[in-house]
């Protein structure tokens, strides 16, 4: 029978890392152990009040979410301060912060008896997240945790086997980032597992991004190798195959996270929104829309194309924002039990749209893109800027 094992440490031993527990218990005690998917009833352990975890941190949820992004630097850094300074002189009340980010490496140095700290992906950029947290709580900020998922070049070059390759390389795209697969309920694990320790630290929400494959896979899908796991003898068509992958991880690790009284988010590129699925990136905006509390579609003006009869969308944040809330609010009313929606908003400044294709992003523009929402019935959203620079004075709730 096999036992379902720490997924981070039975990881770890995978990569040839040596856990803790190992010179205390006879080697031969880890052989055969290994995940069995689904075989834990998670709804008998999420109905017990015994198995509910409680960080010792008590967090408001707000009225409605209005957040910002804020990278592992900025959290362990001077930026910090500034940040929850905005927040407090403004009708923000949340951030988002990175706890794996882009390469894969947490944000912090996990301690010495967490499972997680066997894989040596640990970045000092967050001293001491849970001081950082009960900071927050004395502000009530609601923070939200960033996963980021499959584009995980750290993973990857560990293990090809969970990754795409070409040639006995590992494939990279043109910013020279890896992904690992969808298809690969290892990988689940090991992300489930890393969102599991930022629930335990105190964080409300789990929000995951890059829930997908690579952008343009429906073009390599043929030319790389890679495993298809458990989805092998799949009888569905590639597109819907992609689909099924991506759907059937958030649902399971909302079901994982569920004794951890955690919301659960996912961010998702705001044109699958428009389309029955994202054909390459097996994003089906209803079917993850199903398995959430949250989701962020990324609706930033400056990331569309001509769309919705606007030929220059980051020109118009409002228009492209209100075009996009009638086409989100359709889906979401067909659904059964929706989720709360709260949009990622553009706070930058896209100059590499070129001249005439692109406007300076301040004050007017973000206003525009909320009032937009706000008058399509969402209230809730979250501001990107990479940098983690905010624009000063803005009226969040216009």
């Known amino acids: 029978m096999k036992l379902k ?3 981070a440490l039975a990881l770890a031993v995978s990569l040839g890392a040596a856990p803790a527990a190992a010179a205390e218990e006879p080697a031969d005690d880890f052989q055969g152990l290994s995940y069995e998917y689904g075989q834990i009833n998670t709804d008998m352990v999420a109905s017990s009040k015994l198995f509910r975890f409680d960080s010792g941190l008590d967090f408001e949820y707000p009225d409605a979410v209005r957040g910002l992004y804020v990278t592992g630097h900025s ?10 300074n905005l927040i407090e002189n403004s009708d923000l009340n949340a951030m988002v912060i990175d706890i794996k980010e882009d390469f894969g490496y947490l944000t912090y140095e996990p301690a010495e008896d967490s499972p997680l700290s066997e894989l040596g992906i640990g970045k000092p950029y967050i001293k001491d997240p849970r001081a950082m947290l009960e900071q927050l709580e004395e502000k009530q900020i609601y923070p939200i945790a960033r996963v ?10 560990k293990r090809p086997d969970l990754s795409y390759t070409s040639g006995g390389q590992v494939w ?28 335990k630290l ?32 799949s009888e569905l068509d590639p ?7 991506v759907t059937d991880f958030v649902a399971y690790a909302r079901e994982q996270l569920k004794p951890y009284d955690v919301e659960v988010s996912v961010d998702i590129f705001g044109y699958s929104a428009t389309l029955p699925e994202a054909p390459g ?25 001509s769309y919705f009869g606007i030929s220059k969308p980051d020109l118009e944040p409002y228009r492209l924002v209100a075009e996009y809330a009638k086409v989100e609010n359709e889906k979401l009313a067909a659904l059964e039990n ?22 300076r992003y301040g004050k007017a523009e973000v206003e525009a893109q909320i009032k937009a929402l706000n008058d399509a019935g969402i209230d809730e959203f979250l501001l990107w800027n990479a940098t983690n620079r905010y624009t000063e004075g803005v009226d969040y709730t216009p």
Request: proline share 4%; aromatic share 16%; charged share 25%.
């Open 148 to 157: 980021v998922v499959f584009k995980d070049t750290v993973l990857a070059e």
């Open 281 to 305: 990136i097996g994003q089906n905006f209803s079917k993850i829309s199903e398995n959430v509390d949250v989701i962020s579609s990324m609706i930033y003006p400056s990331h569309w194309t």
């Open 75 to 84: 959290a362990g850094g001077e930026k910090f301060g500034r940040l929850v």
């Open 5 to 7: 094992w720490m997924g």
């Open 172 to 199: 990279k795209n043109g910013r020279k980032e890896a992904f690992v697969s969808p298809f690969m309920k290892e990988v689940w694990d090991y992300n489930v597992e890393i969102a599991i320790e930022a629930a």
């Open 239 to 245: 597109i819907q195959r992609r689909v099924q992958a």
């Open 202 to 233: 105190g964080f409300k929400e789990i929000q995951f991004d890059y829930v997908r494959f690579p952008e343009g896979f429906e073009t390599r899908a043929d030319s790389l190798q890679y495993s298809f796991g458990e989805y092998e003898n």
């Open 338 to 359: 929706p989720p709360v929606s709260r949009p990622w908003l553009q706070d930058f400044t896209a100059t590499w749209l070129g001249s005439g294709n692109y406007k």
